[in-house]
């Protein structure tokens, strides 16, 4: 029996996520404080926004890569 692997996002980081996606597919997706940086550039860059606002809301996201 193959062994269960543990969870490392929680099953609703997913819809902060996409949520974002969706901001940066309309073009009104902004990065920096207050949204002062500019536009979100890349897929990339709108993923990494929206997994760090799940994590300001204490969502289970591991913590980024140094």
Known sequence: MAKRRK???SPSVGSDVQREMLRYNR???RSGKGGRG???QSRKQAIAIGLSK???KGKKVP???A
Request: hydrophobic fraction near 20%.
């Open 7 to 9: 969870r490392r996002y």
């Open 27 to 29: 073009g009104t997706a």
């Open 38 to 40: 500019g536009r979100v």
């Open 54 to 56: 799940a994590r300001k």
């Open 63 to 65: 913590s980024k890569r």
